[in-house]
């Protein structure tokens, strides 16, 4: 699948099959994302891959809201994205050397999510991305250390549905060209 083609039959999808995903395509989706750029080739993200399905089950009852749990209750992957602390945007002595400190840890790690979700399409799964979700829980469940900021959780799983793809602003919505 050409990248073009990848990026434009990604949709967030809320409606997945009852099928694993093989352990193999997700290494090569967490291998792929490390392709992403990072401050100072820091690489502060981190990724809690939830497989089982007793654990999958165990973390969507604890650790989501019920319209996340509903709009994943068929995912059969969970992965949780976090990223080091005081390291994307600081100095060596953790200070931070721009306006945005630990928000360019965050932004670090969308680029390699969107890594993430486009590699996922291109494998034939898609993802959902839910930030809303329960940080202590997760941090708890998963024993994520607290030096890492928890993120968000993405689900994973081959699609059941087929969804329209949303309308996008106008290029003279979202650029301006000087």
């Given at each position: 699948m050409?990248?073009?083609?990848t990026a434009e039959s990604r949709r967030s999808?809320?409606?997945y099959k009852n099928q694993p995903v093989e352990r193999e395509k997700v290494e090569e989706i967490?291998?792929?994302?490390?392709?992403?750029?990072?401050?100072?080739?820091s690489q502060t993200g981190r990724y809690y891959i939830v497989m089982s399905p007793d654990k999958v089950s165990h973390v969507k009852e604890k650790c989501l809201?019920?319209?996340?749990?509903?709009?994943?209750?068929?995912?059969?992957?969970?992965?949780?994205?976090?990223?080091?602390?005081a390291r994307s945007g600081f100095d060596n002595d953790k200070n931070p050397v721009n306006e945005i400190g630990d928000e360019w840890g965050a932004y670090d790690l969308g680029l390699q999510n969107q890594l993430l979700m486009l590699k996922a399409r291109e494998l034939g799964l898609d993802t959902l991305i839910m930030g809303i979700r329960d940080?202590?829980?997760?941090?708890?469940?998963?024993?994520?250390?607290d030096s890492q900021e928890v993120v968000a959780v993405i689900s994973l799983g081959y699609r059941d549905i087929n969804p329209d793809k949303p309308k996008r602003k106008?290029?003279?919505?979202?650029?301006k060209f000087f």
């Amino acid at each position: 699948m050409e990248l073009k083609e990848t990026a434009e039959s990604r949709r967030s999808i809320r409606a997945y099959k009852n099928q694993p995903v093989e352990r193999e395509k997700v290494e090569e989706i967490i291998c792929f994302l490390q392709n992403a750029p990072s401050w100072k080739n820091s690489q502060t993200g981190r990724y809690y891959i939830v497989m089982s399905p007793d654990k999958v089950s165990h973390v969507k009852e604890k650790c989501l809201p019920d319209f996340n749990r509903n709009n994943c209750k068929d995912a059969p992957v969970l992965i949780v994205t976090a990223f080091e602390k005081a390291r994307s945007g600081f100095d060596n002595d953790k200070n931070p050397v721009n306006e945005i400190g630990d928000e360019w840890g965050a932004y670090d790690l969308g680029l390699q999510n969107q890594l993430l979700m486009l590699k996922a399409r291109e494998l034939g799964l898609d993802t959902l991305i839910m930030g809303i979700r329960d940080g202590s829980a997760l941090r708890s469940e998963l024993e994520i250390p607290d030096s890492q900021e928890v993120v968000a959780v993405i689900s994973l799983g081959y699609r059941d549905i087929n969804p329209d793809k949303p309308k996008r602003k106008a290029l003279s919505e979202i650029a301006k060209f000087f």
